[in-house]
């Protein structure tokens, strides 16, 4: 049974993120429940949710088109970097440590998901003309939550791009399936090096991811994904307000 219900958290996970994002609400609370310690169901739920990642880019190729080399390869640079930090934190953080951050962590995912259809529109008006310095300072600090956690990494780095750089939203939507694809492939990197990776439990599910992302990605086209979107925020607020009753619980007995 557990099994089952995390190869089905996957797949869900995988089309979840090709639709409209929030994969991470759906995976990592799954491995949590299945007893996987909250580090390494971290680590595991980036594995999981990469090919969706892969898929959603090639999904959206054209406008990964409209992005110069140069910024790509300086932008992919700042990725990495902070990829590698954000990792390597998470490595170095310790169970109940993160245990405890784990509502707090959700609760900005949910807000940031909550609030990314108002953060584009702020910020495709906050436009400060193009800034080198404030998109790869940026980018490396969005990249090192990636690294870290990740979810709703992707909407922070659109917000970034409409307003420190000329791009329009379909180039900031190209770039950041690039910087995305950059920061949670190092991040699973590290992961794997650092043997934070169950592969026993981790590739049923990551073919599950696969099949879900690629059927997503089918339908992303075709289908209002508002609909899912809302769903996905019902889920997300339900499941953080269920972490901090579960938190408060544990401080009181």
């Known amino acids: 049974?557990?099994?089952?219900?995390?190869?089905?958290?996957?797949?869900?996970?995988?089309?979840?993120?090709?639709?409209?994002?929030?994969?991470?609400?759906?995976?990592?609370?799954?491995?949590?429940?299945?007893?996987?310690?909250?580090?390494?169901?971290?680590?595991?739920?980036?594995?999981?949710?990469?090919?969706?990642?892969?898929?959603?880019?090639?999904?959206?190729?054209?406008?990964?088109r409209k992005v110069e080399p140069p910024l790509l390869l300086r932008m992919s640079a700042a990725s990495l970097v902070g990829s590698a930090i954000g990792a390597v934190l998470l490595m170095?953080?310790?169970?109940?440590t993160f245990s405890d951050l784990v509502p707090w962590l959700l609760l900005l995912a949910a807000t940031v998901f909550t609030a990314s259809p108002k953060l584009r529109e702020v910020a495709e008006r906050s436009r400060a003309g193009e800034?080198?310095?404030?998109?790869?300072?940026?980018q490396t600090i969005i990249s090192i939550y990636g690294g870290y956690f990740g979810a709703g990494m992707g909407v922070l780095m659109v917000g970034l791009y409409l307003i420190a750089s000329q791009l329009d939203l379909?180039?900031?939507?190209?770039?950041?399936?690039?910087?995305?694809?950059?920061?949670?492939?190092?991040a699973v990197a590290i992961f794997a090096w650092r043997g934070a990776l169950d592969y026993t439990v981790g590739m049923p599910m990551l073919v599950?991811?696969?099949?879900?992302?690629?059927?997503?990605?089918?339908?992303?086209?075709?289908?209002d994904s508002r609909h899912a979107r809302l769903a996905i925020l019902i889920y997300a607020w339900g499941l953080t307000a269920w972490f901090f009753v579960r938190k408060f619980i544990s401080l009181w007995k």
């Open 1 to 64: 049974m557990p099994t089952l219900i995390l190869i089905t958290a996957a797949f869900l996970g995988g089309a979840s993120n090709a639709l409209a994002g929030g994969g991470t609400f759906l995976v990592f609370p799954a491995l949590l429940w299945a007893g996987v310690a909250p580090v390494k169901a971290n680590a595991m739920c980036s594995l999981v949710l990469l090919p969706g990642v892969f898929t959603s880019t090639w999904v959206y190729r054209d406008w990964v």
């Open 92 to 96: 170095t953080t310790s169970n109940a």
């Open 131 to 138: 800034s080198t310095a404030a998109l790869l300072i940026g």
């Open 170 to 186: 379909s180039a900031s939507t190209g770039l950041r399936m690039i910087s995305t694809s950059v920061v949670n492939t190092l």
């Open 208 to 223: 599950a991811g696969v099949a879900g992302g690629f059927l997503g990605a089918k339908a992303v086209k075709r289908l």
